[in-house]
C-alpha cells in the first residue's frame, strides 16, 4: 500500500530534498509473539502482566485493536472490548533481541539511524535512494528483509519526507504495513487535514490550553501570534509554531555516534494502589538495580538521577538531581532516588514509579567519590558475571532480601536504551 506525492519541477534549479524515513513497527510486542507462536496469528492477544492482576494492556495486536482495544488499557476494559482476547505474558529479552536483527537491517542500507524506541526509528536514505532507484524502493527492500530475515509475519509502516515531524506524522496514515511519502511543497495541505494531537508531543492537556486560547486547528494554530504563544507557552510555543508550519529537523546522526544514548530507566506500575513509603522505597531499590545493571552492560555512566511517579487519579510529578560524580551503582543511585522520593507529596495512592539516569558517559570517565571504587567495581563485576549466566537478581544485595512480594512489570514497560 502506498502513497506518493510526486515532486514539483523548479526548472533548471534541483533541489535536494532530504528523504527520511519514520519506520514504525507495527503492533510490535504482540506481532513479535505472533511471529514465534503462529497459533496465535490471525487471534486478537494482547501483551500484559497476569490477566488476574490490576495490570493493563501493554501491546495490542492488530486483530486486538479492529476490537478497540488500546495500550494501557484496563484489562477488564480489554475483555469487555473483545471477549475473545488472549492475554500473552511479555518476553522483553525477546524484543530487544529481535530488535537488534531489526536495525541491523537498516544499517545494512546506511548508518544514519537514530533508534527512538524499541520499535521505531529514523533513517536517513538521502544519500542512498538513486543507487537504489529511489526512496520507495528503499522502503520496499527494507519491508522485504524483514520477511526475510525476521519473519513473514513482521510489518512496519513507513513515513517518507522532508523532516522527522512529518515523517512520523504519516507513518500513521498508511497503518498497517503502509508506506506514504510526502514533498515539501504538499506538506500544507497535508497539515489541514489533521488533529491538533496528530503531532508527535502535543498531548491532551497541551490541546485543552490551546482550545481555551481559541485555537482549535492546526489553521488557527498556525495563525495564531508567535508572541502570544511564546508569552502563554514559553520556548514550547516556539515550538508549537515550528510544528502547525510542518517544520522540524532532518538531521539523522550516525548510529555509531555515543552521543544518541540519552538516558536509561525502568518504570513499573505496582500491583496495588499504595502510600507506603517502604514498599515504595523498596520497588525503586529494585528498579535502580535493574537499571544500573543495564548501564554497565552498555559501559555507561550517569550523573543526572530522575525519580517519576503517577498517582491513582493519573496525576504525575517527576523530579531530579544531579550529582557531582559519575555512576552505574545501583544502590548509589537508590540513595538519591529515595531522597528525591521523600520529597514528593504522597497524599494520595500511587499507582505508577520510575526511575531513570541521563547525562550519560562512557565508563572510562567515570570518577566515584569513593575509595574503594576499585573493589566496588570488582564486586559489580562478579555479580553481573553470575547473572548473566543464571538469570537476573540471582545475586543481589541483602537490602533486596526484604523486598515486598511484587508482581512483575508488565515486560518491556518504561526501558529505554539503546539497541545494539
Known amino acids: 500500500m502506498v502513497s506518493k506525492v510526486e515532486p514539483q519541477s523548479k526548472g533548471s534549479i534541483k533541489i535536494m530534498e532530504k528523504k527520511i524515513f519514520h519506520i514504525d513497527m507495527d503492533s510490535y510486542f504482540a506481532t513479535c509473539e505472533q511471529q514465534a507462536n503462529p497459533f496465535l496469528r490471525g487471534k486478537p492477544i494482547a501483551i500484559s502482566g497476569h490477566p488476574d492482576s490490576r495490570t493493563v494492556v501493554s501491546a495490542a495486536s492488530k486483530e486486538a485493536k479492529w476490537f478497540g482495544v488500546k495500550s494501557a488499557m484496563a484489562i477488564h476494559e480489554a475483555r469487555r472490548f473483545c471477549p475473545e482476547i488472549i492475554f ?9 533481541y529481535i530488535t537488534k536483527k531489526i536495525i541491523n537491517i537498516f544499517l545494512s542500507f546506511t548508518e ?29 527492500k527494507i519491508k522485504s528483509e524483514l520477511k526475510k ?4 509475519w513482521m510489518t512496519c ?37 489533521i488533529e491538533l494531537t496528530d503531532f508527535c508531543g502535543l498531548g491532551r492537556q497541551t490541546e485543552k490550553h490551546l482550545n481555551r486560547m481559541g485555537i482549535h486547528s492546526v489553521t488557527e494554530l498556525q495563525q495564531f501570534p508567535l508572541e502570544k504563544l511564546v508569552k502563554e507557552f514559553g520556548e514550547i510555543g516556539l515550538q508549537l509554531h515550528s510544528m502547525s508550519r510542518g517544520r522540524g529537523s532532518d538531521y539523522i546522526p ?15 506500575t505496582l500491583p496495588k494502589n499504595t502510600m507506603d513509603l517502604e514498599y515504595l522505597s523498596n520497588t525503586l531499590l529494585k528498579l535502580c538495580e535493574k537499571t544500573s545493571r543495564r548501564m554497565r552492560e ?35 543511585i537508590f540513595k538519591i532516588a529515595r531522597n528525591i522520593l521523600k520529597t514528593f507529596p504522597l497524599n494520595s495512592p500511587v499507582r505508577l514509579i ?28 562478579a555479580m553481573d558475571t553470575v547473572n548473566d549466566r543464571h538469570g537476573e537478581f540471582t545475586i543481589k544485595r541483602a537490602s533486596l532480601l526484604k523486598e515486598l512480594n511484587l508482581k512483575r512489570d508488565i515486560p518491556g514497560h518504561g526501558l529505554m536504551r539503546k539497541f545494539k
Open 88 to 96: 500473552i505474558p511479555g518476553d522483553f529479552d525477546k524484543y530487544v
Open 149 to 152: 530475515q525476521v519473519g513473514d
Open 298 to 332: 552498555a559501559k555507561l555512566v550517569g550523573r543526572v538521577i530522575t525519580v517519576s511517579i503517577r498517582h491513582s487519579n493519573f496525576e504525575g510529578f517527576s523530579r531530579q538531581k544531579a550529582v557531582n560524580f559519575y555512576t552505574n551503582d545501583g544502590y548509589q
Open 157 to 193: 509502516s513507513i513515513g517518507i519526507a522532508p523532516n522527522k515531524l512529518i515523517a512520523k506524522l504519516i507513518s500513521d496514515f498508511k497503518k498497517p504495513d503502509g508506506i506514504m511519502q510526502v514533498r515539501k511543497k504538499d506538506i500544507p495541505s497535508i497539515l489541514e487535514t
Open 112 to 140: 544514519q539511524v537514530e533508534v527512538t524506541s524499541i520499535d521505531e526509528a529514523f533513517v536517513d536514505v538521502t544519500p542512498i535512494a538513486k543507487r537504489h532507484g529511489g526512496e520507495i524502493n528503499v522502503a520496499n
Open 254 to 268: 550516525s548510529y555509531y555516534d555515543e552521543s544518541q544514548e540519552k538516558s536509561m530507566g525502568h518504570q513499573i
Open 354 to 381: 520510575g526511575v531513570s539516569i541521563s547525562q550519560l558517559t562512557t565508563s572510562d570517565q567515570s570518577q566515584l567519590p569513593f575509595s574503594d571504587n576499585q573493589k566496588r567495581k570488582a564486586i559489580l563485576k
